[in-house]
């Protein structure tokens, strides 16, 4: 049986996040009926060495960066996962964000409603 949502989870610069947010919000029907753009916004620590061949956003070749970045989090109806990965891609800086995609089950499913 195929999840009826996903929840994604994705690392960002500060920077990009309210781009980020409403590309996603736009490309997606909303998940919560009467409510749009809702995301969890917290902070973390990404950390990642560009090999040769890359073109990194952050950081040089053979280089270890440690960076503050936001984690968004969010939930995604099966049927706009496809839709919100290409709008991720379109505006993320990174050449290869890493986009964490996790089945999910709906609260109102799990009670009936």
Same mark, same amino acid.
């Given at each position: 049986m195929e999840p009826a949502a996903y929840k994604i989870s994705v690392?960002?610069?500060?920077e990009y996040?309210? @781009?980020?947010m409403d590309a996603v919000n736009d490309s997606m029907q909303q998940i919560y009926p009467g409510y749009d753009r809702t995301f969890s916004?917290?902070?973390?620590?990404?950390?990642?060495? =560009?090999?040769?061949?890359? %073109? =990194?956003?952050?950081?040089?070749i053979g280089e270890?960066?440690?960076? @503050?970045?936001?984690?968004? %989090?969010?939930?995604?109806k099966a049927d706009d996962l496809k839709n919100v990965i290409r709008?991720?891609?379109?505006?993320?800086?990174?050449?290869? =964000?890493?986009? %964490?995609?996790? =089945?999910?089950?709906?609260?109102? %499913?799990?009670i009936g409603l």
């Open positions: 690392a960002v610069p500060a996040k309210d @781009e980020l916004i917290t902070m973390t620590t990404g950390t990642w060495r =560009p090999l040769e061949g890359s %073109d =990194p956003h952050t950081g040089r270890i960066s440690v960076e @503050e970045e936001l984690r968004i %989090d969010f939930a995604v709008a991720i891609r379109k505006v993320h800086p990174y050449e290869e =964000p890493a986009i %964490d995609i996790m =089945p999910r089950l709906l609260w109102k %499913d799990v």
